[in-house]
C-alpha cells in the first residue's frame, strides 16, 4: 500500500506541476537584453550583434523585441563601474519585462551571472564569445547555454609556419596577458605542448614601443596579433585600428585571431567568425523564446573558427596559396580581368573571332576577285588578240600594199644603182642618193612591220605611263593607207597639252583603231564626204579625253545604250565584239567610254582616262 500510495503522490505532483512549467514557458516575452563586454565601435563585436539581429528578424512568426547593451568593459571597470551600470539596468528595464538574456563575451557573462539574482531572476542566459577554459573556470548554471569558441595558440603557429617557412620565432602582440580576449592561455599550450619557436611577448606595451618592436623582428618570425585596446597613453581605439598602425611599421607578415583585423593588414590564420558566433547566440535564444528549456539546448563548441587568408597580403610576403592549411578561404583577391570583365571579355573574344573570320573571309574574297581579275585580264589579252587579228586581216590587203610600194621602191632604186655602177665613170653622187632612198623605203617598210607586231604581239596587261598623243598618232599613222583605200579622209588634232596617263599601250591603241574601222565602216555606203576627226584633250587636272567622230548617218537614238553590249552589230557580216572588247579595256584602265549622235551628223564615241599622277 504504501508504494502504491507513493506513486499515486507522485503522479499527482507531475500532473498539478506540469501545467504550472508549461504556462511558465508560455508567458515568457518575446524580448532579448544583449549585453556585450565592448563598447561597440569594433567591427568585431558589431557583427556579431548584425548577425544575431538579422538571424531574429528572419523569425517571423513570433516578433521578437531585442534591447542592447555595451558594457565597454576594455576601457571601464573596478566595483564602484560595474555597482553603477547594474543600477542602471535595473533601472531602465524595471517596466520592460526580459525573456532571454544574451552575453558576449567572458566579462559579460561573469558579470550577468553575478546580478541574476537580483536582476533576471529565472530568466535564461545565453552566453557567446566565451573560451573552452572560462567556461571550466565559470562553470555556468543550467539556466545558462550557449556557444564555446575555442582559439588555440598552437593554430596560430601553424599559421605563421604557413606563412614563413622557416618560422624561428613569432611575436606576441596584445594586451596584458589577463585582458586578453584570445591566446590568454598561450604559456600553457606551450608548456603542455612544446615548440620550436621562440616567443617574443610585446604585450600590455605603449603603441610606441609596440610600433619600435614590430618594425626591428630578425628574419624568419611572424607577429600573432591578438588586439590592441589602449595606447599605453590613457588613449582607447578599435583593435582593428591598432592593427593598421602596426601593420604599417611591422617588418614581418602578421597572424590574427579575428576575420575583421583580415583587411587592416593580417596575412590571416585561424580566426573566430563573428557572423556564426552571432547566429548561434540568436538561434539559441529564439529556441528558448519558443519555449524549449535551456536545460535541453547544452552549452557546446561551435564552428566558429577558420582558416581565413588576406590575399593582397599573400602578394606582399610572397605567401604561396599551395602552402596554406586544407580547406583555406582567401578574401580581397582581386579578381583576373576575365573575372572582373566576364561578359565583357566575351563580348570582346566573341567580336574578334567574328571579325578575324570576317577579315580572313575578305582576303579570302579579295584574294579569289584578285584571281578571277588577273585571269579575266587574259580573257580580255586572248580576246583581245583575236580582235586585233581579225582586224589585221580586214587590214591585210592595205598592209600589203602599203608594203609593196616601199618594197618595189627599194627594188627601183638598187637595180638603177647597178646599172650606173656597171659604168665605166660612175656618177657616185647619183649612187649615194639612190642609197638614200633605199634607206628610206627600208625604214618606211620596218615601220609597217613593227606596227603590224605590236597589233598582233599577245602580250600580258602591263601599265606604265604613256603619251596619248602619241598612242592616237601611230593608230591613225597605221590606218592611214586603209582610209586612203576606203576614200576616207584622216583628221587628228592633238592636245597642245602632253595628256600622261598610265596604261597598256598596245590595248589602249587597239581600242581607236577599233573605233576608227567602225567609223569607216558606218561611212562604207556613202558616195563622198567620207571624214574621220580624231581629238585629244585635257580636261583640267583630273582626265585626258579621245574624240573619234564620223560623217556618217550616225547610230539609231534607241539602240545608243546598246553599242557597247557583246554581239550587239549593225554590220552584215560584224561579230559584235569589237566595241564590247573596247569597253571592257577602258574599264580595266578605270576609264569611261560612251557614244551620242552629232547635231549635224554623225557619231562620236568619248574615251576618257585619269590623268597619271
Same mark, same amino acid.
Given at each position: 500500500m504504501d508504494n502504491a500510495f507513493r506513486l499515486s503522490l507522485i503522479i499527482l505532483l507531475a500532473a498539478l506541476l506540469s501545467p504550472v512549467d508549461v504556462r511558465a514557458q508560455e508567458m515568457r516575452p518575446h524580448s532579448m537584453l544583449v549585453l556585450d563586454q565592448s563598447d561597440r565601435r569594433g567591427l568585431f563585436y558589431y557583427q556579431i550583434f548584425a548577425a544575431l539581429r538579422t538571424e531574429v528578424n528572419a523569425h517571423a512568426h513570433a516578433p521578437t523585441t531585442v534591447y542592447s547593451e555595451s558594457l565597454d568593459l576594455s576601457r571601464f571597470g573596478g566595483e564602484a563601474y560595474e555597482e553603477s551600470f547594474r543600477q542602471f539596468l535595473e533601472t531602465k528595464y524595471r517596466d520592460r519585462p526580459i525573456g532571454v538574456v544574451v552575453a558576449v563575451g567572458t566579462a559579460a557573462l561573469e558579470l550577468v551571472l553575478r546580478w541574476r539574482s537580483r536582476l533576471w531572476a529565472d530568466v535564461p542566459v545565453v552566453f557567446a564569445l566565451v573560451e573552452e577554459t572560462d567556461f571550466a573556470r565559470l562553470r555556468p548554471p543550467s539556466m545558462a547555454t550557449g556557444g564555446i569558441t575555442?582559439? &588555440?595558440?598552437?593554430?596560430?603557429?601553424?599559421?605563421?609556419?604557413?606563412?614563413?617557412?622557416?618560422?624561428?620565432?613569432?611575436?606576441?602582440?596584445?594586451?596584458?596577458?589577463?585582458?586578453?580576449?584570445?591566446?590568454?592561455?598561450?604559456?600553457?599550450?606551450?608548456?603542455?605542448?612544446?615548440?620550436?619557436?621562440?616567443?617574443?611577448?610585446?604585450?600590455?606595451?605603449?603603441?610606441?614601443?609596440?610600433?619600435?618592436?614590430?618594425?626591428?623582428?630578425?628574419?624568419?618570425?611572424?607577429?600573432?596579433?591578438?588586439?590592441?585596446?589602449?595606447?599605453?597613453?590613457?588613449?582607447?581605439?578599435?583593435?582593428?585600428?591598432?592593427?593598421?598602425?602596426?601593420?604599417?611599421?611591422?617588418?614581418?607578415?602578421?597572424?590574427?585571431?579575428?576575420?575583421?583585423?583580415?583587411?587592416?593588414?593580417?596575412?590571416?590564420?585561424?580566426?573566430?567568425?563573428?557572423?556564426?558566433?552571432?547566429?548561434?547566440?540568436?538561434?539559441?535564444?529564439?529556441?528558448?523564446?519558443?519555449?524549449?528549456?535551456?536545460?535541453?539546448?547544452?552549452?557546446?563548441?561551435?564552428?566558429?573558427?577558420?582558416?581565413?587568408?588576406?590575399?593582397?597580403?599573400?602578394?606582399?610576403?610572397?605567401?604561396?596559396?599551395?602552402?596554406?592549411?586544407?580547406?583555406?578561404?582567401?578574401?580581397?583577391?582581386?579578381?583576373?580581368?576575365?573575372? &572582373?570583365?566576364?561578359?565583357?571579355?566575351?563580348?570582346?573574344?566573341?567580336?574578334?573571332?567574328?571579325?578575324?573570320?570576317?577579315?580572313?573571309?575578305?582576303?579570302?574574297?579579295?584574294?579569289?576577285?584578285?584571281?578571277?581579275?588577273?585571269?579575266?585580264?587574259?580573257?580580255?589579252?586572248?580576246?583581245? @588578240?583575236?580582235?586585233?587579228?581579225?582586224?589585221?586581216?580586214?587590214?591585210?590587203?592595205?598592209?600589203? @600594199?602599203?608594203?609593196?610600194?616601199?618594197?618595189?621602191?627599194?627594188?627601183?632604186?638598187?637595180?638603177?644603182?647597178?646599172?650606173?655602177?656597171?659604168?665605166?665613170?660612175?656618177?657616185?653622187?647619183?649612187?649615194?642618193?639612190?642609197?638614200?632612198?633605199? &634607206?628610206?623605203?627600208?625604214?618606211?617598210?620596218?615601220?609597217?612591220?613593227?606596227?603590224?607586231?605590236?597589233?598582233?604581239?599577245?602580250?600580258?596587261?602591263?601599265? &606604265?605611263?604613256?603619251?596619248?598623243?602619241?598612242?592616237?598618232?601611230?593608230?591613225?599613222?597605221?590606218?592611214?593607207?586603209?582610209?586612203?583605200?576606203?576614200?576616207?579622209?584622216?583628221?587628228?588634232?592633238?592636245?597642245?597639252?602632253?595628256?600622261?596617263?598610265?596604261g597598256d599601250p598596245v590595248q589602249l591603241q587597239q581600242v581607236i583603231i577599233n573605233l576608227v574601222v567602225n567609223s569607216m565602216d558606218a561611212m562604207a555606203k556613202m558616195p563622198y564626204g567620207r571624214t574621220i576627226i580624231g581629238r585629244t584633250e585635257v580636261n583640267g587636272d583630273a582626265s585626258a579625253v579621245i574624240s573619234i567622230s564620223d560623217s556618217g548617218p550616225g547610230i539609231p537614238q534607241d539602240r545608243l545604250n546598246d553599242v557597247f553590249d557583246p554581239f550587239f552589230t549593225t554590220k552584215e557580216q560584224g561579230m559584235g565584239i569589237g566595241l564590247s572588247i573596247a569597253r571592257t579595256i577602258v574599264l580595266a584602265h578605270s576609264g569611261q567610254i560612251w557614244a551620242e549622235n552629232q547635231p549635224g551628223g554623225g557619231a562620236v564615241f568619248h574615251l576618257s582616262l585619269p590623268l597619271a599622277a
Open positions: 575555442s582559439t &588555440k595558440f598552437a593554430d596560430a603557429i601553424k599559421a605563421a609556419r604557413a606563412i614563413v617557412p622557416h618560422l624561428t620565432a613569432v611575436a606576441l602582440v596584445g594586451e596584458d596577458w589577463g585582458r586578453q580576449l584570445v591566446f590568454r592561455n598561450w604559456k600553457d599550450e606551450v608548456a603542455a605542448v612544446g615548440t620550436d619557436v621562440r616567443v617574443i611577448e610585446i604585450l600590455g606595451r605603449p603603441m610606441k614601443e609596440v610600433l619600435e618592436r614590430v618594425a626591428a623582428l630578425p628574419e624568419n618570425s611572424a607577429i600573432v596579433y591578438s588586439g590592441l585596446y589602449s595606447d599605453g597613453s590613457g588613449n582607447y581605439q578599435p583593435p582593428a585600428e591598432a592593427l593598421r598602425l602596426v601593420a604599417a611599421k611591422a617588418n614581418r607578415p602578421i597572424v590574427v585571431a579575428s576575420e575583421t583585423f583580415i583587411e587592416p593588414g593580417g596575412v590571416g590564420g585561424f580566426v573566430l567568425l563573428p557572423t556564426q558566433i552571432g547566429m548561434d547566440a540568436a538561434r539559441r535564444a529564439l529556441r528558448i523564446l519558443d519555449g524549449e528549456a535551456p536545460e535541453n539546448l547544452p552549452a557546446s563548441v561551435i564552428d566558429a573558427v577558420q582558416p581565413v587568408f588576406n590575399w593582397q597580403q599573400m602578394q606582399h610576403w610572397g605567401v604561396s596559396e599551395s602552402s596554406l592549411p586544407p580547406g583555406s578561404r582567401i578574401e580581397l583577391r582581386e579578381p583576373s580581368f576575365l573575372e &572582373k570583365y566576364r561578359w565583357r571579355s566575351v563580348v570582346l573574344v566573341a567580336a574578334l573571332l567574328f571579325q578575324a573570320t570576317l577579315i580572313s573571309f575578305l582576303l579570302h574574297e579579295r584574294h579569289m576577285r584578285r584571281m578571277a581579275e588577273v585571269e579575266a585580264r587574259n580573257r580580255l589579252s586572248q580576246l583581245a @588578240h583575236v580582235n586585233r587579228q581579225a582586224t589585221a586581216g580586214e587590214l591585210s590587203s592595205s598592209i600589203a @600594199h602599203e608594203l609593196n610600194q616601199p618594197l618595189g621602191s627599194i627594188l627601183t632604186n638598187a637595180e638603177t644603182a647597178e646599172l650606173m655602177l656597171g659604168a665605166a665613170k660612175p656618177d657616185l653622187g647619183e649612187v649615194r642618193e639612190i642609197i638614200s632612198d633605199i &634607206k628610206r623605203d627600208d625604214l618606211r617598210a620596218s615601220e609597217v612591220i613593227r606596227r603590224m607586231r605590236s597589233l598582233l604581239k599577245r602580250a600580258p596587261f602591263e601599265t &606604265k605611263e604613256i603619251d596619248l598623243n602619241q598612242i592616237v598618232r601611230e593608230a591613225f599613222d597605221f590606218l592611214g593607207l586603209q582610209a586612203s583605200a576606203r576614200n576616207v579622209a584622216l583628221y587628228l588634232q592633238t592636245s597642245p597639252q602632253v595628256p600622261r596617263v598610265r
